[in-house]
């Protein structure tokens, strides 16, 4: 089983409509979880972190963490073009710095 | 402004010729940390730091060294580089408190032919 998993996708969504993007995780002891946004050919840029159960809003972005069933998601609301890319998860399992990322979803708006 | 920076952002060599892809934070950051991304495996981690002098290996470590002689800087050294390590590397850095994000650098394309 890998650590953190994540449907690759591609996740087609119309624009204006909600994205909802998921990720599992499979350390129990992990503590900070992050979204990371990646358009093609550039480097991860940080959206969004969570760090307690429940749900964290910033502007058109909702992360929701559930530590009980291990599950972290990232639902973009008011989808735009500009919001294709591929989405990072992020885990960090108590190890310092080190993160363990998902595989990436790939998340195509269509005007 | 706070910011990892990598060169060169593209590098095109031949089999054999060491080559070092260097990598610079002015964040003050304990961890540093090497990954590559190629396409269906996701970005795997080469090398790690948690602080000067101290490095260890990450997923995927073999043909690749790193040094960390300063709080600052962590070098990415192919010795003898070959075509399958062709791919996009990044060096990012973080604090080292368990909720510190990992800041990026822009990435470095390289190829080996």
């Known amino acids: 089983q890998k650590e953190v998993e994540q449907n690759s996708g591609p996740l087609s969504v119309p624009e204006g409509a909600i994205a909802s993007l998921n990720c599992t995780y499979s350390?129990?002891?992990?503590?900070?979880f992050f979204w990371y946004r990646q358009y093609s050919g550039k480097s991860p840029e940080l959206i969004m972190s969570i760090y307690s159960n429940g749900d964290k809003e910033d502007g058109r972005f909702t992360a929701q963490l559930n530590k009980a069933s291990q599950y972290v998601s990232l639902l973009i609301r008011d989808s735009q073009p500009s919001d294709s890319a591929t989405y990072l998860c992020a885990v960090n399992m108590g190890q310092g710095g080190k993160l363990i990322f998902g595989q990436g979803t790939e998340l195509s708006v269509k005007p | 402004e706070a910011q990892v920076t990598q060169n060169p952002r593209y590098l095109i060599t031949v089999t054999g010729k060491k080559l070092t892809v260097t990598c610079s934070q002015n964040?003050?950051?304990?961890?540093m940390s090497w990954y590559r991304q190629d396409p269906g495996l996701g970005l795997r981690q080469i090398y790690y730091s948690m602080n000067v002098e101290v490095t260890d290996k990450g997923d995927v470590p073999e043909g690749y060294k790193v040094s960390r002689k300063e709080k600052r800087n962590f070098p990415l050294i192919l010795e003898s580089p070959s075509p399958n390590q062709t791919s996009l590397y990044f060096c990012a850095s973080s604090f080292l408190l368990p909720g510190s994000p990992l800041h990026f650098g822009n990435g470095t394309r390289l190829t080996v032919t």
């Open positions: 350390d129990r002891g992990s503590q900070s």
């Open positions: 964040m003050n950051h304990e961890y």
